[in-house]
């Protein structure tokens, strides 16, 4: 409660923290689909070259074996740009996670990783379902303030 009353944690701030742990909670599913798609691509690459020059590309009819492997291999390599840039933003989430006790982060690993709601929640941690959402807003309050203090030390040693 006292770090509350440090700083005053805005509705809008709430939100956005929920949207970026929406986002690691779902970061290694969309990698994996992002994974699914590059051997898609590369498979696609393999029959395109088994098939030579008259097989359409994207519905271009006529593309080169050498602009089809060209534009294929780009968007492998936007998928894989697409990976890196969420596994760098799961990590550092993760990082700011991994300073939470031990029950905050099984809530949100249950809440966010898992994708289960309030209710099974409560089941498992033993808590009624109106503590499990008080629990809800002090851990992002909390994480809220790491954020800020962790930003605010990086900027600090940047300076120096």
Not at 20 to 36: D, R, T, V
Not at 69 to 82: D, N, P, R
Request: with cysteine; proline share 1%; aromatic share 10%.
């Amino acid at each position: 409660m006292k770090e509350k009353e440090q700083k005053k944690i805005t509705k809008e701030e709430r939100i956005q923290m929920k949207q970026k742990l929406s986002k690691w909670g779902g970061a290694i599913e969309y990698c994996n689909k992002k994974q699914l798609e590059i051997e898609k691509l590369q498979r696609m690459i393999n029959q395109f070259l088994i098939l030579g020059k008259n097989a359409p590309f994207l519905e271009q009819e006529n593309v080169s074996i050498k602009e089809a492997k060209c534009l294929y291999e780009f968007e492998i390599t936007k998928a894989l740009e697409c990976i890196k840039n969420e596994m760098k933003q799961y990590s550092k989430m993760e990082r700011y996670i991994e300073k939470l006790n031990y029950e905050e982060q099984v809530f949100l690993k249950l809440r966010y990783g898992k994708g289960y709601g309030y209710d099974y929640i409560s089941l498992q941690t033993h808590k009624s379902r109106a503590t499990c959402f008080r629990d809800h807003d002090l851990i992002l309050d909390k994480l809220i303030l790491l954020c800020d203090e962790t930003q605010q030390n990086e900027k600090i040693a940047v300076l120096c």
